[in-house]
């Protein structure tokens, strides 16, 4: 499956362009990160590729139909949108959080019967988090909550997940765990478009990067050569040196002025 966006654009008021011309192409099992500044459009870009904006000038494409073309629940069996936190008004158990990821395919008066519930227990089980299924999604941890919101993307029948700033609010080691299931799923097959303000992610997890900048994708590639200091000084107007570790591993730091 392939998801592609060519020269997109979108505005929320003709005074207010924020993509002005973005093109992508989100391969099976890739992993692409989206990096870029506050306020230049990274989740907005998000909700263009998953259909739920209408573009203003452009295309978004899967595999070889426009998105717009595919209904709601049709797109939902395709893509899923995980949002970068969510707080559900009841005191669902995680079974019954990731059950919703079924939605698409039960109709509007629809009923879970036991293949759904199986499909969910897969998903959960696919993340790791089995040992939880009963327990309140309100009540178990952040990084907990997004393994449970990758399964429900798992449980639409997505093959594309399209993420927003999934660990911003995680611990390191909770960060790598979410990221390492999302590395195991690529290599699965499944492809991952997730927004980030860490390019060191991007340089251990992704197969691709994009700098969105003044709405536009001129900056993508391989991370390894896309991520230079000079990308990072133009992307985030700040300066930055790139050094390697014994291990060959890079890793971005910000330069320290008057030091």
């Not at 890739?30 to 870009?45: D, E, H, P, S, Y």
């Not at 991520?227 to 730091?253: K, N, P």
């Amino acid at each position: 499956m392939k998801l592609a966006a060519t020269a997109v654009a979108f505005a929320y008021s003709p005074e207010q362009e924020v993509l002005r011309s973005v093109s992508l192409l989100l391969g099976s099992g890739q992993v692409m990160f989206i990096l870029g500044a506050n306020g230049t459009g990274k989740t907005t870009l998000l909700e263009c590729l998953s259909g739920l904006r209408a573009i203003l000038r452009g295309s978004v494409m899967l595999d070889s139909v426009e998105i717009h073309q595919l209904s709601p629940p049709i797109r939902a069996r395709h893509i899923g949108l995980v949002p970068q936190l969510h707080e559900p008004v009841f005191e669902f158990t995680v079974e019954q959080a990731v059950l919703m990821g079924r939605a698409p395919h039960l109709g509007l008066f629809g009923r879970p019967g036991p293949a759904d519930f199986r499909v969910v227990g897969e998903a959960i089980e696919s993340v790791g988090i089995a040992h939880l299924s009963t327990r309140p999604y309100t009540k178990i941890s952040g990084g907990e909550r997004q393994l449970a919101l990758i399964a429900r993307g798992l449980a639409q029948g997505a093959r594309c997940l399209l993420m927003d700033e999934p660990v911003a609010h995680l611990d390191p080691h909770h960060q790598h765990e979410v990221l390492s299931i999302v590395r195991r799923l690529a290599d699965q097959g499944f492809s991952f478009a997730i927004t980030s303000h860490l390019p060191n992610h991007a340089l251990l997890y992704a197969d691709w990067a994009m700098f969105l900048i003044d709405g536009m994708s001129e900056l993508q590639g391989p991370p390894a050569t896309t991520i230079t200091e000079e990308s990072l000084r133009i992307a985030y107007q700040m300066d930055f040196e790139i050094v390697e570790g014994q291990s060959g591993t890079r890793a971005v730091l910000p330069r320290m002025l008057n030091r």
